[in-house]
């Protein structure tokens, strides 16, 4: 009878499926497809049958590309409203375009763009007014959606601060709303991305009115004195003292229950938490808020105490799961970590079991790790683990030399803490899963693209107070900026921190010293440390250091700093760990089990040496259709593939012009079915591009 009805519940989506793909047009009007973040299209033109005759259908080359350094990216998501395209430029650039036809109608020319890489736009419409709502830097944008203008009636001449009410004692200037924000009603609801050192702004979510930009209502996730959760925090008063717990990674939303779901990041500084004793909610949390009010109506936690910069990485997926023949609206998260947590939308209750799993507890001294960790039942993780001697891969380079290595480091559990050893975070400190996020369709499906590359670092004791610092030394740099870009200055192996070598061949020393007051992309502000310190910085990088004193004093910082974020390669410039290193996964919600699990991307110098495809690092989400298809870019080798949905099997793959780093999206116009992907390059060492590409059939 079961299997019955599931027929039938099958064919009559098929149906509505059908009848939508037979409308002319179609949109994708929001993040990720729609407010549940489901990145999914119900068309059905470009199937499983059909898909290896896509061709070019039009690019649009939105300019800005980084051509010196291939620092640029493109991480948009672009939405597509009544034939018209959305999207953000190389350069951080909102624009309009013609869907049908790649021509352009409108593009901003805002010059303050101190941001983080844009992942799009949001739309709101009162059917009168048209708005695009656009993150840069500390600014939140309305501009009319038909000319890009400014509508001067919002905020202060079009636009908000967000860095208004999220400040605190001694935190710096970074902050910026780089992922599309969530629209319930007439009201904005908005993270952001703040630093994640010590002198992290505070990470509160905020609402405001569409129409005026006024303030609607604050959600603190470090509370105050008297809300729940205070207690979680020790000593007294985390937010005069603590930032962070931000929900960067955009939310999504459930209108018809009028519920928006909010992830959380950890509190700053992210590796050290002797000054924020306790569980530290409502960080790592799944938060479920009254979207009318913000007030709280159940959250989960998925990491206590957070200690591993394990940040929840992407928004929750709103679907629907069969469950014992009863269909269960739910509420997903996926965790760097590599875990699935599943929850029933409307009570927060959890959909599998989820078991408290004691982790090591020897830690740095004045560090009190949580001695328990939330680890799902089911879904199995669709990473491993832990990483040990047993999982060098069988080709890498001076195995004998890193086993070595490994032998002294800290290893082989999910939660291990950090100590002055060199300590082994596996996943790595950016996944798992990452901000692309996963895919759900209406059977309870899920589509996770993942990696799995080790990540290494150590806590290494710093002074609380520098009362002087010689300028033509570099104590000042490897204080502020070792940890990302190196002792050596070299950077970080794959580009994703760049090297500071010959920096004045590259920019101005006003141009370094602008950088380092507002911040750029990943790089926070440095706003908080005098101006005199920036000098002595810009003079050590620059070859232009003076014998001159610089007399400094810093305050309320953390007992430790961190050694960086070392992705562990060989010298041949491989992942050490066995493959796959990335991959792409389903996973059936409705039973917890998983479907299929394949690689996802390709060094092709390998696979000519006989050696499997092993998947490589990868950045951006899925595209999945009804038409049996599951679009991914994502991946250094600089192509978009499509698999299917059922099997995995890869039935299509096109050469990018660049590497696209982000979630295709899908719409129709005139009833012809198009895919669109952002080619921006410039992470993993791949050169940044600035088109973006739209396939459509062979006529």
């Given at each position: 009878?079961?299997?019955?009805?599931?027929?039938?519940?099958?064919?009559?989506?098929?149906?509505?499926?059908?009848h939508?793909?037979?409308?002319?047009?179609?949109?994708?009007?929001?993040?990720?497809?729609?407010?549940?973040?489901s990145h999914?299209?119900?068309?059905?033109?470009?199937?499983t049958?059909?898909?290896?005759?896509?061709?070019?259908?039009?690019?649009?080359?939105?300019?800005?590309?980084?051509?010196?350094?291939?620092?640029?990216?493109?991480?948009?998501?672009?939405?597509?409203?009544?034939?018209?395209?959305?999207?953000?430029?190389?350069?951080?650039?909102?624009?309009?375009l013609?869907?049908?036809?790649?021509?352009?109608l409108?593009?901003?020319?805002i010059?303050?763009?101190?941001?983080?890489?844009?992942?799009?736009?949001?739309?709101w419409?009162?059917?009168?007014?048209?708005r695009?709502?656009f993150?840069?830097?500390?600014?939140?944008?309305?501009l009319?959606?038909?000319?890009?203008?400014?509508?001067?009636?919002?905020g202060?001449?079009?636009?908000?601060?967000?860095?208004?009410?999220?400040?605190?004692?001694?935190?710096?200037?970074?902050?910026?709303?780089?992922?599309?924000?969530?629209?319930?009603?007439?009201?904005?609801?908005?993270?952001?991305?703040v630093?994640e050192?010590?002198?992290a702004?505070?990470?509160?979510?905020?609402?405001?009115?569409?129409?005026?930009?006024?303030?609607?209502?604050?959600?603190?996730?470090?509370?105050?004195?008297?809300?729940?959760?205070?207690?979680?925090?020790?000593?007294?008063?985390?937010?005069?003292?603590i930032?962070?717990?931000?929900?960067?990674?955009g939310?999504?939303i459930?209108?018809?229950?009028?519920?928006?779901?909010?992830?959380?990041?950890?509190?700053?500084?992210?590796?050290?938490?002797?000054?924020?004793?306790?569980?530290?909610?409502?960080a790592?949390?799944?938060?479920?808020?009254?979207?009318?009010?913000?007030?709280?109506?159940?959250?989960?936690?998925?990491?206590?105490?957070?200690?591993?910069?394990?940040?929840?990485?992407?928004?929750?997926?709103?679907?629907?799961?069969?469950?014992?023949?009863?269909?269960?609206?739910?509420?997903?998260?996926?965790?760097?970590?590599?875990?699935?947590?599943?929850?029933?939308?409307?009570?927060?209750?959890?959909?599998?079991?989820?078991?408290?799993?004691?982790f090591?507890?020897?830690?740095?001294p004045?560090e009190?790790?949580?001695?328990?960790?939330?680890?799902?039942?089911?879904?199995?993780p669709f990473?491993?683990?832990?990483?040990?001697?047993?999982?060098?891969?069988?080709f890498?380079a001076?195995?004998d030399?890193?086993?070595?290595?490994?032998?002294?480091?800290?290893?082989?559990?999910?939660?291990?803490?950090?100590?002055?050893?060199?300590t082994?975070?596996?996943?790595?400190?950016?996944?798992?899963?990452?901000w692309?996020?996963s895919?759900?369709?209406?059977?309870?499906?899920?589509?996770?693209?993942?990696k799995?590359?080790?990540?290494?670092?150590?806590l290494?004791?710093?002074?609380?107070?520098?009362?002087?610092?010689?300028s033509?030394?570099?104590?000042?740099?490897?204080?502020?900026c070792?940890?990302?870009?190196?002792?050596?200055?070299?950077?970080?192996?794959?580009?994703?921190?760049?090297?500071?070598?010959n920096?004045?061949?590259?920019l101005?020393?006003?141009?370094?010293?602008?950088?380092?007051?507002?911040?750029?992309?990943?790089?926070?502000?440095?706003?908080?440390?005098?101006?005199?310190?920036?000098?002595?910085?810009?003079?050590?990088?620059?070859?232009?250091?003076?014998d001159?004193?610089?007399?400094t004093?810093q305050?309320?910082?953390?007992?430790?700093?961190?050694?960086?974020y070392?992705?562990?390669?060989?010298?041949?410039?491989?992942?050490?760990?066995?493959?796959?290193w990335?991959?792409?996964?389903?996973?059936?919600?409705?039973?917890?089990?998983?479907?299929?699990?394949v690689?996802?991307?390709e060094?092709?110098?390998?696979?000519?040496k006989?050696?499997?495809?092993?998947?490589?690092?990868?950045?951006?989400?899925?595209?999945?259709?009804?038409?049996?298809?599951?679009?991914?870019?994502?991946?250094?080798?600089?192509?978009?593939?499509?698999?299917?949905?059922s099997?995995?099997?890869?039935v299509?793959?096109?050469?990018?012009?660049?590497?696209?780093y982000?979630t295709?999206?899908?719409?129709?116009?005139?009833?012809?079915?198009?895919?669109?992907i952002?080619?921006?390059?410039?992470?993993?060492?791949?050169?940044?591009?600035?088109?973006?590409?739209?396939?459509?059939?062979?006529d």
């Amino acid at each position: 009878m079961r299997r019955y009805a599931e027929t039938v519940f099958l064919l009559f989506l098929t149906l509505i499926f059908s009848h939508c793909s037979n409308d002319k047009n179609a949109d994708w009007p929001e993040y990720n497809g729609d407010g549940a973040r489901s990145h999914y299209s119900q068309l059905v033109q470009i199937d499983t049958s059909n898909v290896s005759k896509l061709k070019i259908a039009w690019t649009y080359s939105s300019g800005g590309k980084d051509t010196l350094r291939n620092l640029s990216q493109i991480q948009s998501n672009p939405i597509i409203i009544d034939g018209v395209i959305f999207g953000v430029s190389a350069d951080t650039e909102a624009f309009a375009l013609e869907a049908e036809s790649g021509k352009e109608l409108w593009k901003t020319a805002i010059k303050e763009k101190n941001g983080t890489t844009s992942r799009g736009v949001t739309y709101w419409s009162n059917k009168e007014d048209k708005r695009i709502f656009f993150g840069v830097g500390p600014w939140l944008y309305a501009l009319d959606a038909r000319t890009g203008k400014m509508i001067d009636t919002f905020g202060v001449n079009g636009r908000i601060d967000l860095k208004v009410g999220i400040d605190r004692p001694g935190a710096d200037n970074y902050v910026t709303s780089n992922t599309p924000n969530t629209i319930f009603e007439n009201l904005i609801i908005t993270g952001t991305r703040v630093s994640e050192s010590e002198t992290a702004l505070l990470g509160d979510i905020r609402a405001y009115d569409t129409r005026d930009g006024s303030l609607a209502w604050t959600f603190h996730t470090i509370p105050e004195e008297g809300e729940a959760g205070y207690e979680s925090w020790v000593p007294a008063n985390p937010r005069q003292r603590i930032g962070g717990a931000n929900s960067w990674m955009g939310m999504a939303i459930d209108r018809e229950r009028g519920v928006v779901y909010v992830p959380t990041g950890s509190a700053a500084f992210d590796f050290y938490g002797g000054n924020r004793k306790g569980d530290n909610l409502y960080a790592n949390s799944l938060l479920a808020l009254n979207a009318s009010d913000g007030q709280l109506l159940w959250h989960y936690q998925v990491v206590r105490h957070d200690i591993w910069d394990r940040d929840l990485p992407a928004p929750p997926n709103l679907f629907t799961i069969t469950r014992d023949g009863k269909q269960i609206d739910v509420v997903s998260v996926i965790t760097k970590q590599g875990y699935t947590f599943i929850f029933d939308r409307g009570t927060g209750e959890p959909i599998f079991p989820i078991e408290d799993v004691a982790f090591p507890q020897e830690a740095a001294p004045g560090e009190y790790p949580s001695q328990t960790q939330p680890v799902p039942v089911k879904p199995a993780p669709f990473t491993k683990q832990s990483f040990t001697a047993n999982d060098f891969n069988s080709f890498v380079a001076d195995k004998d030399s890193l086993a070595e290595i490994l032998a002294q480091a800290n290893t082989g559990s999910a939660y291990t803490p950090i100590t002055k050893k060199m300590t082994i975070i596996y996943p790595g400190t950016d996944g798992g899963g990452q901000w692309g996020g996963s895919a759900t369709d209406p059977e309870g499906m899920m589509y996770i693209p993942a990696k799995e590359i080790p990540v290494y670092t150590s806590l290494v004791l710093r002074k609380n107070e520098i009362t002087q610092v010689l300028s033509n030394e570099n104590t000042l740099y490897n204080l502020y900026c070792s940890n990302c870009h190196g002792k050596d200055l070299n950077g970080s192996h794959d580009g994703s921190y760049p090297g500071l070598i010959n920096i004045k061949a590259r920019l101005t020393r006003d141009q370094l010293l602008a950088m380092m007051l507002n911040g750029k992309g990943m790089m926070p502000s440095f706003s908080h440390i005098s101006q005199p310190e920036r000098d002595a910085i810009a003079n050590f990088l620059l070859g232009t250091a003076t014998d001159e004193n610089v007399k400094t004093t810093q305050q309320n910082f953390s007992a430790y700093q961190h050694t960086g974020y070392n992705r562990w390669y060989d010298t041949n410039g491989y992942p050490v760990n066995t493959p796959p290193w990335g991959t792409l996964t389903a996973i059936d919600c409705n039973t917890g089990e998983r479907r299929w699990q394949v690689p996802l991307g390709e060094y092709k110098e390998l696979t000519a040496k006989g050696i499997p495809p092993t998947g490589t690092d990868n950045y951006g989400g899925p595209l999945v259709t009804a038409g049996g298809l599951i679009f991914m870019a994502g991946t250094p080798d600089e192509k978009i593939r499509a698999f299917k949905k059922s099997t995995g099997e890869m039935v299509w793959e096109y050469d990018l012009p660049a590497a696209g780093y982000a979630t295709p999206s899908s719409y129709s116009i005139n009833g012809k079915q198009y895919i669109v992907i952002a080619c921006g390059g410039g992470k993993l060492n791949s050169k940044s591009g600035d088109q973006y590409v739209v396939f459509t059939l062979e006529d």
